[in-house]
């Protein structure tokens, strides 16, 4: 029986440790098309990566979406691989950046951005962060 509950407990706590956790971003100003957010980059003593993505339904031919810096200017620092424009895709459709921290490293700016959208609906964000 402890074994059976000493490995419930190892399993619970591996499962959390690699699972990923949210992060609260400041949304400093919200339009009918468009969002600013500002989220932090916290360092620990292991590698992060954060993933801030963002969905919209509705997406049809002439659907436009992008993240920015909050200048206008293309957003800096996303990984490779991360989604930061898209055009007349259908349905549900999504933008993604993911922004590696390496370990050991003191808090980084905050990735700070602006989400903007024509002709689809703003459904949600989320950022997160995960030990690597």
Request: with cysteine.
């Given at each position: ?21 949210a ?6 100003n919200?339009t ?22 963002v ?8 659907t ?19 989604k ?26 905050p990735l700070e ?8 609906d ?11």
């Amino acid at each position: 029986m402890k074994n059976a509950i000493a490995m419930l407990m190892f399993s619970a706590w591996s499962l959390s440790a690699t699972a990923a956790d949210a992060v609260q971003c400041d949304v400093p100003n919200k339009t009918y098309s468009s969002i600013d957010l500002k989220c932090p980059l916290q360092g620990a003593e292991q590698p992060l990566r954060y993933r801030f993505k963002v969905g919209f339904s509705g997406g049809h031919d002439d659907t436009q979406a992008d993240l920015v810096a909050l200048d206008g200017t293309p957003l800096a620092g996303c990984d490779e691989g991360s989604k930061t424009h898209l055009f007349g895709e259908e349905g549900e459709v999504s933008l993604e950046c993911t922004v590696t921290v390496p370990a050991g490293l003191k808090d980084k700016p905050p990735l700070e951005l602006r989400v903007k959208w024509t002709h689809c609906d703003y459904m949600e964000h989320s950022f997160t962060r995960e030990a690597l």
